[in-house]
């Protein structure tokens, strides 16, 4: 049960695009399509922005998008706006029953 | 509306217990896995445990395992996270979230439990 790799910051000006990475194993992110990604605010619970690798609950905007290559997903955000200045966490299934996040990226909006 | 609502964290001593709970509403909760996610101070998310929709299956993160114990009740549309033998390590605001499609879709608040003597 490590946890997916993910770099600990990213950054970009507004109405530019950045990109995550969450690199994980055969036995979680590459072998299932259960990854999830997460907006954190800092003192606020998390909430959901992507399941099932690509997926967009109702309510997150379409500048939010989700992919997979092997054994690692990535978040993309594009348009960057101030608001999504935040934490963002991957979440994968990992098999029997057990799930691991990733380590987390600090998202900055220059 | 969906809400989850944690309570029960608190100050306890290493070696001490402590039983934290979930208050479902908004959504029939017998229909739902629910899981238990941790958060030390500063650092990142962590996966802790999870329950069928009945009760029946459980699991949990290495680092808890043998030690907390998850557990519902559908009648009180409650989740339950028993925790044993607390150490240090386990200080974190704990999170309790429903899972659909494997993903955790809506989160509560947060309670804080702080092991320290």
């Known amino acids: 049960q490590s946890a997916l790799t993910q770099p600990p910051s990213a950054s970009g000006s507004p109405g530019q695009s950045v990109t995550i990475s969450c690199t994980g194993t055969?036995?979680?992110?590459?072998?299932?399509?259960?990854v999830s990604w997460y907006q954190q605010h800092p003192g606020k619970a998390p909430k959901l922005m992507i399941y099932?690798?690509?997926k967009r609950p109702s309510g997150v905007p379409d500048r939010f998008s989700g992919s997979k290559s092997g054994n690692t997903a990535s978040l993309t955000v594009s348009g960057l706006q101030a608001e999504d200045e935040a934490d963002y966490y991957c979440?994968?299934?990992?098999?029997?029953?057990?799930?691991?996040f990733g380590t987390g990226t600090k998202v900055t909006v220059l | 509306e969906v809400q989850l609502v944690e309570s029960g964290g608190g100050l306890v001593q290493p070696g001490g217990s402590l039983r934290l709970s979930c208050a479902a509403s908004?959504?029939?909760?017998?229909?739902?896995?629910m899981q238990w996610v941790r958060q030390a101070p500063g650092k990142g998310l962590v996966w802790v445990s999870r329950?069928?929709?009945?009760?029946?299956?459980?699991s949990y993160a290495d680092s808890v395992k043998g030690r907390f114990t998850i557990s519902r009740d559908n009648a009180k549309n409650t989740l339950y996270l028993q925790m044993n033998s607390l150490r240090a390590e386990d200080t974190a605001v704990y999170y309790c979230?429903?899972?659909?499609?494997?993903?955790?879709?809506?989160w509560g608040q947060g309670t804080l439990v702080t092991v320290s003597s």
């Open positions: 055969s036995s979680d992110v590459g072998g299932y399509n259960y």
């Open positions: 099932e690798v690509s």
């Open positions: 979230a429903r899972e659909t499609i494997r993903a955790k879709d809506y």
């Open positions: 908004g959504f029939t909760f017998s229909n739902y896995w």
């Open positions: 979440s994968s299934y990992a098999g029997s029953s057990n799930f691991v």
């Open positions: 329950v069928y929709s009945d009760g029946s299956i459980t």
